[in-house]
């Protein structure tokens, strides 16, 4: 399996109560799942995957997998707190349909485990083992404390059952040197650039494909990026930055940085495809005036368009 281009990392719309709207999840995979998607990442951050139970995490990938078919690669987010709960919610994932299971890091690894190698092999092993799926890693920013070293990552890179890293370091200098010692390290595994608010440097570094919850709502300015990026066209890759710009600060510029996928949200539904912008706690509704900002963005970036497609 290869992973690359443009993968959309999805929200999962709340009904009033905090159940899940499955109607509303459905309407909203027609309009994100379109040409130029490559793959579908389900249980992450953007789709709230840390507020889930296990049932509904399973639940996600059973009806995501019935949408979409088998034509696309099914990705699923395994957040956990120990090695062993991450072994069981892959053989879940698995058993329901995902192909990859994407990890993210254990929370004791902000103690230096991320920059310890036997630490972060053994996770990955184990999982791997354990649960027999492949597995792509998710690359924390290095601010967070949870960001592996590079070298690090080679290691993890060169491991069997490693597909990808998706690569949110939010650091330029620590992509680009990731991007250049994995590409020597093992070339086959994939770069997906996911540092969110620099879409047109990270393509321009170079990278394998772009994994965003971004695509959620945007899918395809994101395509049409990445489409340039792979041809070399540099003026393409600015023109198509110039018009995902403003949408990019108006959801990720604005403090705090926690509610970026609630906005989503709030755009979503201002273009009628889901009902409800309501995340789970701890995760609160945005202020009105961010909601003013979003939509009006929303308005004059002419998302509207994509709905007739």
């Known amino acids: 399996m290869i992973l690359n281009d443009v993968v959309v990392a999805t929200i999962l719309p709340f009904a009033p109560d905090l159940s899940i709207d499955w ?3 459905e309407r909203f995979l027609g309009y994100c799942v379109r040409p130029g998607i490559s793959a579908v990442f389900v249980n992450g951050h953007a789709g709230e995957g840390a507020s889930l139970t296990p049932d509904e995490r399973v639940e996600v990938i059973r009806r995501t997998r019935a949408v979409i078919g088998r034509t696309r690669p099914l990705l699923a987010g395994i957040i956990a707190y120990s090695t062993a709960e991450a072994v069981r919610q892959a053989r879940e994932a698995r058993d329901a349909g995902a192909e990859v299971a994407v990890l993210f890091p254990l929370p004791q690894f902000a103690g230096g485990g991320a920059a310890d190698p036997a630490v972060v092999l053994d996770y990955v092993d184990r999982v791997i083992d354990g649960a027999g799926l492949p597995v792509s890693v998710f690359q924390y920013p290095i601010a967070s404390g949870l960001g592996f070293s590079t070298p690090v990552l080679v290691d993890v890179a060169r491991r069997p059952g490693v597909l990808a890293i998706k690569e949110g370091s939010g650091d ?3 992509y680009e040197e990731n991007w250049r010692a994995v590409k020597q390290a093992a070339p086959e595994v994939a770069i997906l650039a996911s540092n969110f608010d ?11 494909g772009i994994l965003s919850g971004l695509a959620s709502l945007t899918p395809d300015l994101l395509v049409e990026l990445w489409r340039a990026a792979q041809a070399g066209d ?13 949408v990019v600060r108006a959801i990720y510029g604005a403090r705090p940085l926690m509610d970026m996928h609630t906005r989503i949200k709030v755009a979503l539904r201002h273009l009628g ?3 409800c912008a309501l995340p789970r706690p701890p995760l609160l509704a945005v202020a009105e005036a961010t909601e003013r900002v979003v939509t009006e963005t929303v308005d004059r970036a002419g998302l509207r368009a994509a709905l007739a497609v």
């Open 234 to 246: 540099l003026r393409a890759m600015r023109q198509a930055d110039d018009r995902l710009h403003p």
């Open 273 to 275: 495809v889901i009902g």
């Open 23 to 25: 109607a509303g999840y």
């Open 172 to 174: 330029i200098r620590a």
């Open 198 to 208: 620099w879409f047109l440097a990270q393509a321009a570094i170079g990278a394998d």
